[in-house]
């Protein structure tokens, strides 16, 4: 079995969220199944800095429209899997991250930057690749990557099986129809059933249309999404493929995030030696300038501080939470306005509330094995993976009952604990009351040493590897195969 993912970004190199960490770890697992899986991702600067000796492989001249004439190289990491960088200098060589220029607004060209990604993936799956290798199937992800299904269609020559994931619906790919020349589409694509939506052109709506099958990153999220309350205007196109729509929960690369082996933190410990976890609280506390206190619990963030997150009730009960007595740790960027709460937040309480604002991997890493809990109250999750990392971490997550976090992270009761079941805390509201009385109960237990012992090692107990969610991509590709 042959597969090429095609990703706008890939983890460590481009990464804004969940997408790039899963184009990094699911690729080898894949592999370590027996598939054969490459990566087209565009040559940004990191990657070509990351590198340069990348071997080109083929020009692909004018793609039609706007779409500009574009190389394929090939590098492969030591012990990792091939990567195809598609280099085209005026669309991928810039600041700033994959989507957004310095000053944080969307790249004007964004339609033709995703464009070219999406035909040229398609291009490489169709029976006229110029490579002397074709996948069987040909794996998009989210909305910059929809447009490849379509292509591969209707504007190439076929080929490949083709499958989208869907890592966030919120995300579409919209564009006026004045555009539709430059990413060399016709009048002939312009209705409901090609990539007309709402009188726009939306990506994700033509890939979800035209895939041989579709998936997203939690079965909870695949129901949800077929809803009027979370369908985001795609429910009903959903509803209609439902038989082509399947909910398979992310991994995590427990190469990377495991508290027996993270280079990052103070003391590695694993759910026999849960004593070391101690070290590493009072280590993040004096990395971050809050008080050595061992008489209450350390909840820590890390995340986009964002309104689907949740994290602006966790700036409006910050103060009641200080009061159960509780620390907060957080580390994020996104909305000003929720970055300006958060430093205020600190500022009014030095020594129980530490922010720091932008992203650090290590600081990810020692926020995991130092805090007490993990807050993650989303409005909407279509997976997580941090809730995933708090459980091998020991660190019990709070989290709201949505997406896969309702589908990993099973509510603390006393029957669940006795039973090895519980392994965190659910809120079922969107609401800061609601979200206090959780951690309120979190830091109740907290000070029953046994009983966060054992729920720290029912969290620690749970299987998030990646292998589970490979063996289920890899019987999905099958099934896409001709008889």
Same mark, same amino acid.
């Given at each position: 079995?042959?597969?090429?993912?095609?990703?706008?970004?890939?983890?460590?190199? #481009?990464?804004?969220?969940?997408?790039?960490?899963?184009?990094?770890? $699911?690729?080898?697992?894949?592999?370590?199944?027996?598939?054969? =899986?490459?990566?087209? =991702?565009?040559?940004?600067?990191? $990657?070509?800095?990351?590198?340069?000796?990348?071997?080109?492989?083929?020009?692909?001249?004018?793609?039609?429209?706007?779409?500009?004439?574009?190389?394929?190289?090939?590098?492969? @990491?030591?012990?990792?899997?091939?990567?195809?960088?598609?280099?085209? @200098?005026?669309?991928?060589?810039?600041?700033?991250?994959?989507? $957004?220029?310095? &000053?944080?607004?969307?790249?004007?060209?964004?339609?033709?930057?995703?464009?070219?990604?999406?035909?040229?993936?398609?291009?490489?799956?169709?029976?006229?690749?110029?490579?002397?290798?074709?996948?069987?199937?040909?794996?998009? +992800?989210?909305?910059?990557?929809?447009?490849? @299904?379509?292509?591969?269609?209707?504007? &190439?020559?076929?080929?490949?099986?083709?499958? =989208?994931?869907?890592?966030?619906?919120?995300?579409?790919?919209?564009?006026? !129809?004045?555009?539709?020349? &430059?990413?060399?589409?016709?009048? %002939?694509?312009? +209705?409901?059933?090609?990539? *007309?939506?709402?009188?726009?052109?939306?990506?994700?709506?033509?890939?979800?249309?035209?895939?041989?099958?579709?998936?997203?990153?939690?079965?909870?999220?695949?129901?949800?999404?077929?809803?009027?309350?979370?369908?985001?205007?795609?429910?009903?196109?959903?509803?209609?493929?439902?038989?082509?729509?399947?909910?398979?929960?992310?991994?995590?690369?427990?190469?990377?995030?495991?508290?027996?082996?993270?280079?990052?933190?103070?003391?590695?410990?694993?759910?026999?030696?849960?004593?070391?976890?101690?070290?590493?609280?009072?280590?993040?506390?004096?990395?971050?300038?809050?008080? &050595?206190?061992?008489?209450?619990?350390?909840?820590?963030? =890390?995340?986009?501080?964002?309104?689907?997150?949740?994290?602006?009730?966790? /700036?409006?009960?910050?103060?009641?939470? #200080?009061?159960?007595?509780?620390?907060?740790?957080?580390?994020?960027?996104?909305?000003?306005?929720?970055?300006?709460?958060?430093?205020?937040? %600190?500022?009014? +309480?030095?020594?129980? #509330?530490?922010?720091?604002?932008?992203?650090?991997?290590?600081?990810?890493?020692?926020?995991?094995?130092?805090?007490?809990?993990?807050?993650?109250?989303?409005?909407?999750?279509?997976?997580?993976?941090?809730?995933?990392?708090?459980?091998?971490?020991?660190?019990?997550?709070?989290?709201?009952?949505?997406?896969?976090?309702?589908?990993?992270?099973?509510?603390?009761? !006393?029957?669940? $604990?006795?039973?090895?079941?519980?392994?965190?805390? #659910?809120?079922?509201?969107?609401?800061?009351?609601?979200?206090?009385?959780?951690?309120?109960?979190?830091?109740?237990?907290?000070?029953?040493? /046994?009983?966060?012992?054992?729920?720290?090692?029912?969290?620690?107990?749970?299987?998030?590897?990646?292998?589970? @969610?490979?063996?289920?991509?890899? *019987?999905?590709?099958?099934?896409?195969?001709?008889?």
């Amino acid at each position: 079995m042959k597969a090429l993912f095609a990703t706008s970004e890939i983890a460590p190199w #481009v990464k804004t969220g969940g997408l790039g960490d899963v184009a990094a770890a $699911l690729p080898p697992a894949l592999r370590a199944l027996g598939c054969d =899986v490459r990566v087209l =991702v565009p040559r940004y600067p990191a $990657l070509r800095a990351a590198f340069p000796a990348a071997e080109h492989l083929v020009h692909l001249p004018w793609m039609g429209g706007h779409l500009p004439g574009a190389d394929v190289y090939v590098a492969q @990491p030591e012990g990792s899997f091939p990567f195809l960088l598609l280099d085209c @200098p005026m669309l991928y060589d810039r600041p700033g991250n994959p989507y $957004l220029g310095p &000053e944080g607004h969307d790249w004007l060209d964004n339609h033709l930057r995703f464009g070219l990604l999406s035909r040229v993936a398609a291009r490489l799956a169709s029976t006229a690749t110029p490579l002397d290798w074709r996948p069987d199937v040909l794996h998009c +992800h989210d909305w910059q990557t929809g447009l490849a @299904p379509y292509y591969l269609r209707f504007h &190439e020559s076929g080929g490949a099986a083709s499958v =989208v994931t869907i890592h966030n619906l919120a995300f579409q790919g919209v564009f006026p !129809p004045q555009l539709l020349d &430059e990413l060399a589409l016709t009048g %002939a694509d312009w +209705h409901m059933e090609g990539v *007309e939506y709402y009188g726009l052109i939306s990506f994700l709506k033509a890939g979800l249309r035209h895939a041989d099958a579709l998936t997203t990153v939690s079965p909870t999220y695949a129901r949800e999404i077929q809803t009027d309350t979370e369908g985001m205007g795609m429910q009903g196109l959903l509803r209609a493929r439902a038989d082509r729509l399947t909910g398979i929960l992310n991994g995590i690369d427990d190469a990377v995030w495991n508290p027996a082996l993270d280079p990052h933190i103070a003391m590695r410990y694993d759910r026999d030696h849960l004593d070391a976890k101690r070290r590493n609280k009072i280590a993040l506390q004096r990395e971050m300038g809050l008080a &050595e206190r061992d008489d209450c619990p350390l909840f820590g963030v =890390v995340s986009r501080l964002t309104h689907q997150k949740g994290l602006d009730l966790v /700036a409006e009960i910050g103060a009641a939470l #200080v009061g159960l007595p509780a620390q907060l740790a957080v580390l994020g960027s996104g909305d000003r306005a929720l970055e300006a709460a958060f430093r205020e937040l %600190a500022e009014r +309480h030095p020594g129980q #509330v530490a922010v720091t604002i932008g992203y650090s991997d290590p600081l990810a890493h020692r926020i995991e094995a130092g805090a007490d809990c993990f807050l993650m109250p989303s409005r909407f999750e279509p997976c997580g993976l941090n809730q995933m990392y708090s459980l091998a971490y020991g660190t019990p997550p709070l989290v709201r009952a949505t997406g896969g976090l309702a589908d990993t992270v099973t509510n603390y009761t !006393p029957a669940g $604990l006795a039973d090895g079941s519980a392994n965190g805390f #659910v809120c079922q509201a969107a609401t800061a009351e609601a979200i206090l009385g959780t951690a309120g109960s979190a830091a109740a237990l907290w000070q029953d040493k /046994a009983g966060w012992r054992q729920l720290q090692r029912n969290a620690m107990a749970g299987d998030f590897r990646w292998a589970g @969610p490979a063996r289920q991509y890899l *019987e999905l590709y099958a099934s896409l195969r001709p008889a």
